[in-house]
T-cell receptor, first 113, second 111 residues
Framework: NAGVTQTPKFQVLKTGQSMTLQCAQDMNHNSMYWYRQDPGMGLRLIYY???????DKGEVPNGYNVSRLNKREFSLRLESAAPSQTSVYFCASRGTGFGNTIYFGEGSWLTVV | EDQVTQSPEALRLQEGESSSLNCSYT??????LFWYRQDPGKGPEFLFT???AGEEKEKERLKATLTKKESFLHITAPKPEDSATYLC????????????FGKGTKLTVNP
């Protein structure tokens, strides 16, 4: 079972460069999420998609865009990377229904220099 | 604003020394509380979901309990392989599709 797959795992960007983080899930989940995790800050929600064709802002959306390409795939784009976006990014997915848990990918380590 | 607070931030135990981690929350109308384990360099791994006050769930040396305002993760006779960061999360009042996470408790179990 692949679960939630993220690419790339590691990336170094220069300030101002753009890049897209890719995420795919094979659990037929409706909801997908992008979180970032920083030391001392915990997991913070960037964007989420409750279903194919919809996206909503989370706690820290500035500087990011997302695309829910289809039910399986949810990408996160940094249009002009900044050092403040150096972080670990986690994609996650969740099935519908009360109490359904979120399952996470392995993470993407992004450094902006 | 939804709040999830975990304590302590870090905990060091000797192998076999039992203890508890705390997760308190301010979300009203709780629609589940989730516990995760996160190893260094990995994504969070699901452990438990608790739905109502008084509920308990167990997995190996871990037992999670829930009251109306907080949850406890009890670790009985821990082993070094239990060392990890433990996270709790609750669905946001703004919509159950969003989970609000605590900052976690980093547990270290020394042999």
């Amino acid at each position: 079972n692949a679960g939630v797959t993220q690419t790339p795992k590691f990336q170094v960007l220069k300030t101002g460069q753009s890049m897209t983080l890719q995420c795919a899930q094979d659990m037929n989940h409706n909801s997908m999420y992008w979180y970032r995790q920083d030391p001392g800050m915990g997991l913070r929600l960037i964007y989420y998609s409750a279903s194919e064709g919809t996206t909503d802002k989370g706690e820290v959306p500035n500087g990011y865009n997302v695309s829910r390409l289809n039910k399986r795939e949810f990408s996160l784009r940094l249009e002009s990377a900044a050092p403040s976006q150096t972080s670990v990014y986690f994609c996650a997915s969740r099935g519908t229904g009360f109490g359904n848990t979120i399952y996470f990918g392995e993470g993407s380590w992004l450094t902006v220099v | 604003e939804d709040q999830v607070t975990q304590s302590p931030e870090a905990l060091r135990l000797q192998e076999g020394e039992s203890s508890s981690l705390n997760c308190s929350y301010t979300v009203s109308g709780l629609r589940g509380l989730f516990w995760y384990r996160q190893d260094p360099g990995k994504g969070p791994e699901f452990l438990f979901t608790l739905y109502s006050a008084g509920e308990e769930k167990e997995k190996e040396r871990l037992k999670a309990t829930l009251t109306k305002k907080e949850s406890f993760l009890h670790i009985t006779a821990p082993k070094p392989e239990d060392s990890a960061t433990y996270l709790c999360a609750v669905p946001s009042q703004g919509g159950s599709e969003k989970l609000v996470f605590g900052k976690g408790t980093k547990l270290t179990v020394n042999p």
